[in-house]
């Protein structure tokens, strides 16, 4: 899998890195030359360019998809191939334009003469088999563009079995495998349903050629740089094109960056793309999932008042590095450990109010429960990992890993950071236990009912919670 970045309505594929380049290079050269480089564009081009990128740039400009007023021209970046400023860059200025007959999605597929085989398709799988099928003709009309796509990225699905043994242990890792047997057995299905002719989720699949040059940078702190517009896409044709312009202000020999995804983690960005933010602490993520037991004696009760709240049987809680937990997370995991002399705010007279009594303490035996539940679970989750945070930090720190095992590294020290986190939140929560001021205790002030001396309800002194109980309900 490529890498896919999102975009409004759309997200695009990538050629990938220049490491990758060496096979297409080599086949490309023993082919005969397409046509002679000559144009003005391409005399601006580093000579140290692979040739597939010189021929695919050619390409645009014959295509008149890059022109001379085009400000950016490929270049090797530190992260592979990317676009470089050819002069000063005004922040919001239009950097490229492509037309939509040059799009790779859906739509393109079912214009050509797959596109009935590929009717009803998942987008991923009609684009893949498309890109699979042009990649083997000759007359393509993207075969520039095809040579200069890669045949894998630093993404977790394509490592080996011993770079998978640097996550073990991580989310990441049964993400990962997940998702490869999710492609593998897609990819059966499209055998047999298909003899003869292959992020996932993506609705708006789109590969763009040219605009997929450009690379990621944290700096960029919008995603509004990707537009759908109409224009001039040819001598005399108008058409759709797909317009990039710039966020920042550059100066010529700058990058031009984007943002490709404000809210993925560095999970999913390794999933995705192949490298992480180490160094944005946000982006280090832990998916806590939660779940009403089928066998818990009040499933019913319980899941009728997680689906009135948006909320179902299993739910999952995204918890990133230095921000508070999710506003639902306590609540439901009170819902969760609700039962014994509790399970009274079950019943249906309660239904209505009971989320907002979930939302305050209920008992000090719940919150306790839940204390116990989630540092268990921390303690069993950090304890699958093979190093700890300070082992990581140390070879962060040392430098000289390589791409995979820096994102290895990065991974694994991020979701112990954020298991940290909750377990230390727990502790603390343990800690206030007894300060804590439960359902019946506010039941009580809300009726008049405490007193400086303790609870009294007509006279008669309450001393354990099931007493309250029966005095409340
Ligand atoms: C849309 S392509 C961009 C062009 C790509 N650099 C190339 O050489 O073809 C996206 C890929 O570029 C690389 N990339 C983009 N931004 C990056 C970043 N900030 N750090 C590391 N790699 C990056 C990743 O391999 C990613 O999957």
Redesign the pocket.
């Known amino acids: 899998m490529?890498?896919v970045?999102s975009l409004p309505s759309s997200s695009?594929?990538?050629?990938?890195?220049?490491k990758r380049f060496r096979t297409k290079f080599q086949s490309l050269h023993s082919s005969p030359k397409p046509f002679l480089i000559n144009s003005l564009q391409l005399k601006e081009l580093d000579p140290n360019i692979p040739e597939p990128v010189q021929t695919f740039w050619k390409w645009l400009c014959d295509e008149g998809v890059v022109s001379a007023k085009t400000p950016v021209k490929p270049e090797i970046?530190?992260?592979?191939?990317?676009l470089v400023a050819k002069r000063d860059i005004a922040k919001g200025e239009t950097v490229l334009e492509v037309p939509r007959r040059f799009w790779i999605n859906p739509d393109a597929v079912a214009d050509t003469e797959i596109g009935n085989v590929c009717t009803g398709l998942k987008p991923w799988i009609s684009v893949a088999l498309f890109l699979l099928r042009e990649k083997w003709r000759d007359d393509s009309k993207w075969k520039y563009y095809m040579a200069?796509l890669?045949e894998s990225?630093?993404?977790t699905i394509y490592w080996s079995e011993e770079e998978l043994s640097e996550i073990q242990g991580t989310q990441l890792l049964s993400t990962t495998l997940s998702v490869k047997d999710y492609v593998q057995n897609e990819f059966q299905k499209v055998e047999e349903e298909i003899k003869g002719i292959f992020s996932l989720s993506n609705q708006n699949l789109i590969l763009v050629p040219f605009?997929?040059?450009?690379?990621?940078?944290?700096r960029v702190t919008t995603e509004d740089h990707a537009h759908e517009v109409r224009g001039p896409a040819g001598l005399f044709s108008w058409d759709l094109l797909f317009s990039l312009r710039s966020p920042l202000k550059l100066k010529a020999g700058d990058q031009f960056?984007i943002q490709?995804d404000l809210n993925k983690s560095n999970a999913d960005m390794a999933l995705?793309?192949?490298?992480i933010?180490p160094s944005t602490s946000a982006r280090d993520a832990f998916t806590l999932t939660l779940e009403i037991s089928e066998s818990d004696d009040f499933y019913e009760d319980k899941l009728d008042i997680a689906e009135s709240n948006g909320l179902g049987e299993t739910a999952y809680f995204d918890i990133k590095l230095g921000q508070s937990l999710p506003p639902f997370l306590i609540p439901y995991l009170r819902l969760v450990a609700l039962s014994g002399t509790d399970a009274f705010l079950l019943e249906s007279i309660f239904r209505n109010a009971v989320w907002g009594h979930l939302e305050l303490p209920v008992s000090r035996a719940n919150e306790e429960l839940i204390c116990n539940v989630v540092r268990d679970a921390c303690k069993s989750a950090l304890s699958a990992y093979h190093t700890t945070i300070e082992e990581d930090e140390k070879l962060m720190e040392e430098g000289n890993l390589s791409?995979r095992l820096q994102i290895a590294v990065g991974i694994r020290a991020g979701e112990k950071k954020v298991l940290q986190q909750i377990d230390d939140i727990f502790r603390e929560r343990e800690l206030e236990l007894d300060e804590l001021e439960y359902y019946q205790e506010r039941r009580l002030k809300d009726l008049g009912l405490v007193g400086a001396r303790g609870y009294h309800i007509l006279g008669a002194k309450i001393k354990t919670s099931a007493d309250l109980m029966i005095c409340l309900v």
């Open positions: 490529a890498s970045f695009f594929l990538c050629p990938l890195k220049t970046v530190p992260e592979g191939l990317g200069v890669p990225t630093d993404s605009a997929d040059l450009t690379n990621h940078n944290a960056f490709y995705d793309y192949g490298f933010e791409s």
